[in-house]
């Protein structure tokens, strides 16, 4: 619990201008999160808006015991636009509670979202109670109601109630046109009349009872002639529309009526293909990184082929295998086209394909692996933590095997908990104590561990026989 706790402090302190005594709120009303959790059979967060008043960070989570969770994974730590939880963000603004908002996780799960600000002793909102409860099987058979004739008759007579208060449709940010059976129009609010205006090449001052194939372009036949609810994704001036038309049958008067329903989704598709396009944009960067570091690589072979001082050629390989190490990180980031890789991969990719220098020329050296399936890591801690074992490596390759026939390097590479242990272990000799241990390979482990990893760095003695090597560092920066 003082872990959750301490997490607290460190992302408020970190993304928010809030006051220690506002954190402290925060984190005493976290400590009724679960038993809200169990109690509500839901998932409950405690979200705090960031210096970004358009971005708000999940500080706190409790996950239900008596019922299955809605994330497969933790959200602590995640950022929210106010774009997609707009109640979220309407509760922040107001001051006041969202109750029985309709919501869609990144996950496909229709939510009922309930959230209710956080307040200090000045009335300030400093953060927001959020509980989500599971309705995905509601809306399924909502939708599946939806199609039944006494259900959209219903929904007639709703709709009818709601016209006589012409405030309500026009408060929405979505186009809303009742149709006539023959496509006519009865009714538009005002996001509607701007979106024919748009469309229409003349300027209709009654738009009553003119057809809505006439004055936009985008709407076919089709979209009110079925029997249904039907949605589909149309373009039109540069702009992108969700469109759904819901049939209303009024099954006394055996008429219906159609409700076109037009959502402006531009904006989300312009984001969706900026990120395609970055995404491309750093593979190529990547790629081109990789092919620059073998392009080196090749000229120090070359080098190295014309003949150099017999004393440097060891400084050559270790070199060579420096930047081979960056480039086959580099090589899986332009192949994954994402900024985290599986840094087993690097290792196997590493203990498999680099020469390294035979330092005792008789020893056959074997590297073995104890590692777990996957551990991903962001790009420049893999970079650092590919060159740290390939120094390791280097180092026992040096020292460890003076005199043998044979040696075993063990590369163990597994999570614990919220830390990450790399220990690079040998066989060998021991550790020489007349063998100084501020060589470059080792300043480079220690810098990289301490400045890149945030970690810490160690030489052990395996019982009098064997080395280790041991580098812990944290899974993740808060």
């Known amino acids: 619990m003082a872990e959750i706790h301490q997490e607290i ?9 809030l006051s220690d005594n506002d954190i ?23 979200d705090c808006v960031t210096d970004d008043p358009e971005t708000a960070i999940v500080v706190a ?46 996950e496909g799960r229709h939510v009922c979202q309930n959230v209710t600000p956080i307040k200090n002793s000045k009335g300030s ?4 109670l959020i ?25 007639g007579r709703t709709w009818d109630i709601v016209l006589k208060d012409q405030m309500i449709p026009d408060y929405l940010e979505e186009a809303l046109i009742l149709l006539g059976e023959d496509g006519t129009i009865q009714y538009a609010n005002n996001f509607a009349i701007g979106l024919i205006k748009e469309h229409s090449p003349v300027q209709l001052k009654n738009l009553t009872n003119q057809n809505i194939l006439t004055v936009l372009p985008f709407i076919d036949q089709s979209d009110f002639s079925h029997r249904g609810i039907v949605q589909r994704e149309v373009r039109s001036i540069d702009k992108v529309f969700i469109l759904r038309s819901i049939c209303l049958l009024n099954k006394k008067a055996d008429s219906k009526r159609m409700l076109l ?16 396009v970055n995404q491309v944009v750093i593979k190529e960067i990547h790629h081109r990184v990789k092919n620059n570091l073998q392009t080196v690589a090749s000229l120090l072979r070359m080098q190295m082929r014309r003949g150099v001082p017999e004393e440097t050629k060891v400084l050559y ?19 994954s086209g994402i900024e985290k890789v599986n840094m087993v991969e690097i290792i196997r990719k590493i203990t498999t394909g ?22 991903e890591l962001d790009s420049s801690k893999a970079v650092s933590l590919a060159l740290i074992i390939t120094e390791l490596i280097q180092n026992c390759m040096k020292h460890a095997f003076i005199g043998r026939a044979s040696g075993t390097v063990t590369i163990h590479f597994k999570r614990n908990g919220q830390i990450i242990e790399l220990g690079v272990m040998d066989d060998g000799n021991g550790i020489d104590p007349n063998i100084e241990l501020n060589h470059l390979g080792i300043e480079i482990v220690k810098n990289l561990t301490s400045y890149d990893l945030n970690g810490t760095f160690e030489f052990l003695q395996e019982g009098g026989q064997g080395t280790k090597a041991w580098v812990t560092f944290p899974d993740r920066e808060d």
């Open 317 to 335: 390989q270790e070199s060579l295998n420096r930047i081979a190490s960056i480039a086959t990180v580099h090589d899986v980031l332009s192949n």
């Open 131 to 155: 509980l989500e409860t599971d309705v995905t099987r509601q809306v399924e058979q909502e939708q599946e109601l939806a199609l039944l004739s006494e259900t959209t008759a219903e929904f």
């Open 125 to 128: 909102t400093i953060g927001l």
């Open 24 to 46: 402290e709120l925060i984190v005493e009303k976290s400590k009724s999160l679960q038993m809200i959790a169990d109690l509500a059979q839901g998932n409950v967060f405690i």
């Open 261 to 276: 329903y037009i959502r402006d989704i531009t904006d989300l598709r312009d984001k969706e293909r900026q990120l395609m």
């Open 61 to 106: 989570e409790a996950v239900p015991t008596t019922v299955p969770s809605l994330y497969r994974f933790r959200v602590v730590g995640k950022k929210i636009l106010s774009t997609y939880e707009p109640g979220v963000f309407k509760a922040y603004r107001t001051g006041k509670p969202a109750m029985m908002n309709r919501a869609l996780t990144h």
């Open 354 to 375: 680099q020469v390294f220098y035979p330092y005792q020329p008789n020893c056959a050296v074997t590297i073995q692996l104890c590692t777990e399936e996957a551990i």
């Open 9 to 17: 402090f460190r992302l408020c302190r970190r993304f928010t201008s």
